[in-house]
T-cell receptor, first 112, second 119 residues
C-alpha cells in the first residue's frame, strides 16, 4: 500500500534541542495527523490538522498543514528524554471515519 | 476518554492453528474500527476497515478468508487469523472512531496492539 515519506528516518539529539521532521506525499490530503508510538504500544494522537496552512500547537509540539496539501511538518521544542519514540504522520482524504495512510516514521532518540 | 483496548496483548501459537484478537472501545461507541499490521521497524499498514453490522472492507493484498473480521457490536471487533503461519507473526493494532467523538471524526484512537508469534 501507499506510504508517506517522512524525513529524517531517525535522529539523535541532545536534551533541550529543538526537533523538526516532515512528511511529504504525492497525493493531496484534507487531513493530516501526527502520532507518537513507543515500543510495544499503539500510536497516540498528538496533533490533528484540518485546513491547508493551519498551524496548531500542543504544548511543546507544533505542526503545520502545508499549503499544497501534500506535506506537513512537526516541531518539538526543548526536547526531553520522554520524547523518545517513533513519530508517524498520517493523511486522510476521503471524509468521515476515513482510512489513514501512514508515513514511514521518524525515530527520535534523545541523549542527556 | 477515547480508550481502546486489545486482548490478548501477546500470543504465541503453533503453525496451522487459529488465533482471535479482540478490540474494544471502552468509553465510546465505535461505528468504524480499523485493523493494522506492523512488522518490526516498519510503519502501520491498514489491513481492513470494519463497520458495525456490515462486512469488512479489505485492503488490496489482504486475504479476507485468512483474516476474518467481525464487528458485531458498537464496542467490539474481532480479528481471527486462521491457519496461522510464521510469516503472519507481527504486531496487530486496531483503531476506532465515531462521528461526534471529536471535532471531526477523522481522528482514530488506537489500541495498545497484540504481538502474535507463530512457531
Amino acid at each position: 500500500g501507499q506510504q508517506l515519506n517522512q524525513s529524517p528516518q531517525s535522529m539523535f539529539i541532545q536534551e533541550g534541542e529543538d526537533v523538526s521532521m516532515n512528511c511529504t506525499s504525492s497525493s493531496i490530503f484534507n487531513t493530516w495527523l501526527w502520532y507518537k508510538q513507543e515500543p510495544g504500544e499503539g500510536p497516540v494522537l498528538l496533533i490533528a490538522l484540518y485546513k491547508a496552512g493551519e498551524l496548531t500547537s500542543n504544548g511543546r509540539l507544533t505542526a503545520q498543514f502545508g499549503i499544497t496539501r501534500k506535506d506537513s511538518f512537526l516541531n518539538i521544542s526543548a526536547s526531553i528524554p520522554s520524547d523518545v519514540g517513533i513519530y508517524f504522520c498520517a493523511g486522510s482524504y476521503t471524509g468521515t471515519a476515513s482510512k489513514l495512510t501512514f508515513g514511514t516514521g521518524t525515530r527520535l532518540q534523545v541523549t542527556l | 476518554g477515547a480508550v481502546v483496548s486489545q486482548h490478548p496483548s501477546w500470543v504465541i501459537c503453533k503453525s496451522g492453528t487459529s488465533v482471535k484478537i479482540e478490540c474494544r472501545s471502552l468509553d465510546f461507541q465505535a461505528t468504524t474500527m480499523f485493523w493494522y499490521r506492523q512488522f518490526p521497524k516498519q510503519s502501520l499498514m491498514l489491513m481492513a476497515t470494519s463497520n458495525e453490522g456490515s462486512k469488512a472492507t479489505y485492503e488490496q493484498g489482504v486475504e479476507k478468508d485468512k483474516f476474518l473480521i467481525n464487528h458485531a457490536s458498537l464496542t467490539l471487533s474481532t480479528l481471527t487469523v486462521t491457519s496461522a503461519h510464521p510469516e503472519d507473526s507481527s504486531f496487530y493494532i486496531c483503531s476506532a472512531t465515531t462521528i461526534g467523538l471529536a471535532a471531526y471524526s477523522y481522528e482514530q484512537y488506537f489500541g495498545p496492539g497484540t504481538r502474535l508469534t507463530v512457531t
